[in-house]
Nanobody
Framework: QVRLVESGGGSVAAGGSLQLSCTASEYTPRRRCMGWFRRRAPVNEREGVATIDTRGLTTYADSVKGRFSVSKDNAKNILWLQMNSLKPEDTGMYYC????????????????WGQGTQVTVSS
C-alpha cells in the first residue's frame, strides 16, 4: 500500500513563500505519477495544482504558473511544492497524490492520497 505524508503547511502573509513536502513509500516517485492538489472554500472541490510524471515532466494550473514549482527526489522518495508570491486565494488544504502510469495532466484521477496539510495566506 502506498503511503504519503505531507508536511510544511502553515500561515503566511500574502507575498510570502512556503515549501510543502510529501514523503512517499519507497520507489513511489520513481515509478508513479505524482501531484499536488488542493481544496479551497467555499467550493471545496479537489483541484489540480501541479503534477510531475515519471520522467520529471511537469504541469501546472494556470492560477499558479510562475509562482509554484513542483519537484521530486527519487532517491529520497520526496515530492516538493515550492510556493512563492502566495495570495490569499491560495488558502486551502493541500494534498499529495499518486497514481500508476500512464501519467496525464491535472485532470487525471489519482488513486492514493495523503492526509493533507493546511496553507493559510493572510492579506
Amino acid at each position: 500500500q502506498v503511503r504519503l505524508v505531507e508536511s510544511g503547511g502553515g500561515s503566511v502573509a500574502a507575498g510570502g513563500s512556503l515549501q510543502l513536502s510529501c514523503t512517499a513509500s519507497e520507489y513511489t516517485p520513481r515509478r508513479r505519477c505524482m501531484g499536488w492538489f488542493r481544496r479551497r472554500a467555499p467550493v471545496n472541490e479537489r483541484e489540480g495544482v501541479a503534477t510531475i510524471d515519471t520522467r520529471g515532466l511537469t504541469t501546472y494550473a494556470d492560477s499558479v504558473k510562475g509562482r509554484f514549482s513542483v519537484s521530486k527526489d527519487n532517491a529520497k522518495n520526496i515530492l516538493w511544492l515550492q510556493m512563492n508570491s502566495l495570495k490569499p486565494e491560495d488558502t486551502g488544504m493541500y494534498y499529495c497524490g499518486t497514481t500508476p502510469p500512464p501519467c496525464g495532466g491535472l485532470d487525471l484521477q489519482y488513486k492514493d492520497w495523503g492526509q493533507g496539510t493546511q496553507v493559510t495566506v493572510s492579506s
